[in-house]
């Protein structure tokens, strides 16, 4: 049983600053990428950081340059520090995992089969 709890989310004015944190219990010990997506109102779940167990990672584009992730193998945690917020990343936030599978962007949402809750975040001008 894989669990996912997000905490860190809450409102942010623009071009600030803000962490999230994913806690992740694994009794199956078949988690290979960790990442979070963001749902904006409207809008299709999107993959804007992840991490494969061997270190890559992958950024969606519009994050780049402003968003880190980072993974704690020995906490079970994997963040997500978000700087230089814009309007435009009000939105769910989400915590994902998922077993390896070959081909495609480790963005992509049919890797990921276990999900937290979210947490939300609103940016404000």
């Known amino acids: 049983q894989v669990q996912l709890v997000e905490s860190g989310g809450g409102s942010v004015q623009s071009g600030g600053s803000l962490r999230l944190s994913c806690v992740i219990t694994?009794?199956?010990?078949?988690?290979?990428?960790v990442g979070w997506f963001r749902q904006a109102p409207g809008k299709e779940r999107e993959g804007i950081a992840t991490?494969?167990?061997?270190?890559?990672?992958t950024y969606e584009e519009s994050v780049k340059g402003r968003f880190t992730i980072s993974r704690d193998k020995a906490k079970n945690t994997v963040d997500l520090q978000m700087d230089s917020v814009e309007l435009e990343d009000t939105g769910m936030y989400y915590c994902?995992?998922?077993?390896?599978?070959?081909?495609?962007?480790?963005?992509?949402?049919?890797?990921?089969?276990?999900w937290g809750r979210g947490t939300q975040v609103t940016v404000s001008s």
């Open positions: 994902a995992a998922g077993p390896y599978t070959f081909g495609g962007s480790p963005l992509a949402a049919r890797r990921y089969n276990y």
């Open positions: 694994d009794s199956t010990n078949s988690i290979y990428y």
């Open positions: 991490v494969g167990e061997n270190g890559r990672i």
